[in-house]
């Protein structure tokens, strides 16, 4: 766990313990558990120490085992989730769906009759926002929640995601990667840290988009076209190893999808002119990215309290990893 640099801030400082315990509450019928897990952030080892850890005593540090698995399984956390929280609806969910692209055709549509510049900026904030909205129904469609109609879940994922460039399948599925390994250093997909060789392999621009603010919060489309640092592969490309063989198709779906947006954001663009385009579609769709990479950012890690990050084998990396998002 050592030798950490969190994603979007500077290489951290050293401090006198390599980790603390966070303890986590969970209320599972009329039992409440306390797990007490790693919290890796209070002190980085250099390269150099690191490369001596192996010969050197183990740190001072709590009872408690990072990779230990939670006294708790899946079915204890399903049993104490509501019922209805378990229900879906696909009318409730095409309601959410029907009132956001209502609200979003008819932002556009009074930002362009009053086409003023007080009324842009106010236009753009709330239109972002409401991209963000579209992007959070797709990603209930991603997850299966939106329905229990497969088909229809793939179709309203791609309409949504399709909408503000994202490509459906390709996320869906790097994102499911996301969820099995979430707080693992090498195997998360969002927001994980680098280990200290490759920061120092990085050369300055790349540092710089990387984590000097305000860049890492417009990172998302560039995350989705190559990944991150040290990892290889594209969101667009059906054989990039971020994909089974037998996903290849509904990659390729999803990237078609995509290019068919795109041309259709062109045409607009040569309908309507540029600068109508920036306001109305361009502006907005930055913000929607930097809710993204904000949103994503803190569920990683934290505000307060940091969260756990893990390494080498996990037992049940689901398990462990699922409890240490913030939200
Ligand atoms: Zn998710």
Not at 64 to 74: E, I, K
Not at 124 to 135: D, E, H, S, Y
Not at 147 to 159: Q, T, W
Not at 177 to 200: I, M
Request: with cysteine; proline share 8%.
């Amino acid at each position: 766990m050592a030798r950490l640099l969190l994603s979007g801030v500077a290489p951290l400082p050293l401090l006198p313990c390599r980790r603390r315990a966070i303890a986590f509450a969970l209320p599972l019928g009329n039992v409440r558990l306390r797990l007490r897990v790693a919290a890796p952030t209070s002190r980085v080892a250099t390269v150099e120490e690191d490369d001596n850890e192996n010969n050197a005593p183990p740190p001072p540090c709590e009872d408690f085992d990072p990779g230990a698995a939670p006294p708790f399984g899946l079915a204890d956390i399903r049993a104490a989730i509501p019922k209805h929280c378990w229900v879906k609806d696909p009318w409730r969910s095409m309601g959410y769906v029907l009132r956001d692209v209502v609200v979003v055709f008819a932002l556009a549509a009074a930002a362009a009759r009053l086409h003023s510049c007080l009324a842009w900026p106010l236009y753009w904030a709330a239109q972002g926002t409401m991209f963000w909205a579209l992007f959070v129904l797709g990603h209930d469609c991603g997850h299966g929640s939106f329905s229990n109609n497969s088909r229809l879940n793939s179709v309203m994922g791609h309409i949504l995601h399709s909408s503000i460039l994202v490509p459906y399948h390709g996320w869906r599925i790097s994102h499911r990667t996301h969820h099995q390994n979430h707080g693992h250093v090498d195997k998360d997909e969002s927001w994980h840290p680098l280990p200290e060789r490759l920061y120092r392999s990085l050369n300055r621009a790349t540092r710089m988009l990387r984590f000097s603010i305000p860049f890492p919060m417009l990172a998302y489309p560039f995350y989705l076209w190559s990944r991150s640092p040290g990892k290889s592969g594209s969101h667009f490309h059906p054989s990039s190893d971020l994909f089974q063989p037998n996903e290849r198709n509904d990659v390729l779906t999803s990237t078609a999808c995509w290019v068919a947006m795109a041309a259709l954001l062109a045409g607009l663009t040569f309908l309507m002119g540029p600068l109508l385009m920036l306001n109305l579609y361009f502006v907005p769709y930055w913000i929607f990215v930097m809710w993204l990479d904000f949103v994503t950012y803190l569920h990683h890690h934290g505000h307060n309290d940091k969260l756990p990050w893990y390494r080498g084998k996990i037992d049940d990396m689901y398990r462990n990893g699922a409890i240490c998002g913030e939200d």
